[in-house]
Structures are given as C-alpha cells and as structure tokens.
C-alpha cells in the first residue's frame, strides 16, 4: 500500500493527472503556455559600433534605410463601386509620419531603426498617445536589456532596463517590435553576439599586433658594453655619437662601425610580428558577410544589378516587416477593416543609370509614374500639376464592351 502524502485538492489534481496519462487526454495548451516565462533580450558586452567594420556595414544599410517614405493610406470604394485610394487623408497620422517625435525628424528615426536592427536583431519602437489613445510620438528604445511576460490574463508586456537602474514596463499593444534573427527565443530575436565574437577577437587581435609591430621598429637594435665604467651622462654621449655616425641613413659610414677596445657593439635583432594579409582580408569578409554586405556596397560602387539585389535581400524585409508591424499597432482592428494601413516603400530608383532613368520616362505617359516621381529619380524639385497622373489616348482603360440587342456581344443579319 501506497502511502499519499498530498491533501485536500491536492489528491484530486494527482488523481486526474494519472488518469489523463492512461486514458490518453491531453491538456488544452494556453496562450500563456505557449510564450515562455522571462524571456530576455539584452544587448552585447562590448560595444561593436567601435570598430570601423561593422560601423561601416550599419551606416551602409541605415543611409539606405533612411530614403524609405511612409505614408497613411486609405483605400475605400465610392457610390459606383470605384476603389478610391486616399494617401495620408489623417493630418495627425501624416504629421507623425514626418516627426515621429520631438527630436527627431523621419529621416534621423529610420536611421536610429536601422542602426539598432543591426546591432541587436530586435527594434522596439514605443508609441505615446494622446488623451483620445490616439498615436502621438514614436521613439525608438536603446536599451541595456529587455524581458517578455505574460499576465495573469495572458497580455503580454515587455519591461526594458536601462543605464543607472532606470526601467520602463509598457504593454505590447504600445510596442512596435521588429525582430531580426527570430529563431529560439519565442518573442525576442537571436543576438548575433556569439557569431561575431570570435570575428572581433580575431580584428583586435589583429590590430594589436600591427600596433606593436611599428612600436618594435623603434626598440634598441645596437648594445654597447663598456669595460671601464663611466658617468651617465658619458654613456648617453658615447650612445648618440654611435647612433649620429653609424644609425643614421644620412651618415657617411659605408656600413662599417668601428669602437675601440673600451666598448664593444652587439647587435639585437628583435622579430617583428607581421599579421598575415590574407588571414585578415578573410576575417574582413566573413564579417561583411553576417551583416549581407558586399565590398561594392559598401564602397558604393556597387551597379544596377547589385544594388537591387542587396535591396531585394536586405532592405526589402526590413520595409514588409516594419509596415506589417506599424499597420498593426497604430491602426485598430476596426480602422484596418476600413482599408487604413502604413504604406513603406522605397523609390528605388536613385541607384539607376541615367540611361535607365532616362528609359523611364515612358512609364509617366502610361500613367504607371507621375511626372514628379520622374522628376525625382533625376534631382529634380517637383512642378505644379506634377502629381495627377496622366496617360496618352492610346492606352486607355480597357472596359467590357456594351451588349447587343441579340445579347452575344457581336452584331450581325438574323
């Protein structure tokens, strides 16, 4: 016989427990089952932006970034049963779009989100509202790290710590948050700090040893010991004399040094450490390559066809995840069923040849861009009527033919 130390409802909940077991039932999973408890996000021991690498792959992708427009769109149908597409209808909305807050403009805010993408894969935009919920200001948060959790209710809320104990807890419907490496952790994205660790060891390593190898040219190569003993002051003498008269590349000595037998001359030869070039240019690439970057990009001598495909491969999500994210956040469920969403997208055409921006041109007759957009791709400021799209006579918008008296669509004799 079993002893049951368990009391109370206690014995009930083990009894159901083992009776679920054999009887094969299986527990309703929740949603607060479903998101772990203390989820963690923090940011890297040492501070990455420092070295000239990886600040020159975040400030290549985050003046890119930074070109994006955002705006509010609304798209609704009129009596006739026409699709009528409004862009930026809302002048709070439009305002926010253009200064998300009060020190920031849009182009500095994309900058700030793309440089913490970067760095530690999550960006958390907090959204302040007005008495009427309304969205006010958005900041991006800088933080030293950040934790995940649910409520009772399951709601889930994120708590960001920041420099000097400073700590702010806001609920997930007032955080836009964008991951970046989303693999294990069930709200935060994975931190490339242990990839790019090693990496940075292998560079200040490197550097190091570049550093200590100009230090070393200039240590004592020659020793001169004296058998009788002298004064400071002569030994400094007698050291310059040697260095003036055999040292110097200026000296008339023909490679020869001569002392007589009060001293004699040894010389030193000390290893300078040399890092293999080939070894760092690796180190160089794998480095670009964590980041999706390539020389040319970086150098911004990268064509048309390389600077698509670095659009395509890491602007591109970056645009869909952030205007998912801002639709869903600053819109409630009503107003998206009414057709309002943000619109991220990227002119993409400042990177083109002249050639192929001059080939555009036949897409503004076509009603495809609108004379400024045109206008803009070259330089140039916008003009008055630039706007309203316009299209030549012959491509007109194709409509259903009018049905015959005889109802086939073709007229004929009976």
Known sequence: MIKCFVEGGEILKLTNRFKNFFTGKVRKISRVDVIKDNNVFSTWGFTPYENDIVRSCINAKAKRIAKLTINHIRSSTDENGNKVLQINPEPYMRFLLEEPNRYMCITDFLKKC????DLTQNLHILILRDENGMPSELFPISCLSATADTDKQGNLYYTFNFPRGKRLSVSDSDIIHIRGDFAFDDIFGTSR???LSPLMEVVETTDRGIINAIKNSSVIRWLLKYTTSMRDEDLKT???QFADNYLNISSDSVGVAAVDAKADATQINAQDYVPNATQMEKTRIRILSLFGMSEKILQSTANEDEENAYYEAE????????QEEMTRKLFTRRQRGSGNKISVGSFNLQGASL??????????????LTVNEWRETLGLGPVPGGDNPIRRLDTATVVDPEPTPNGDGEGGDE
């Open 315 to 322: 602007i591109e999500p970056f645009i869909k995840a952030l």
């Open 193 to 195: 700090a242990k990839s």
């Open 114 to 117: 793309s440089a913490i993408m």
């Open 238 to 240: 007698n050291a310059q």
């Open 355 to 368: 050639s192929s921006k001059l080939q555009f041109m036949n897409l503004v007759d076509r009603g495809a």
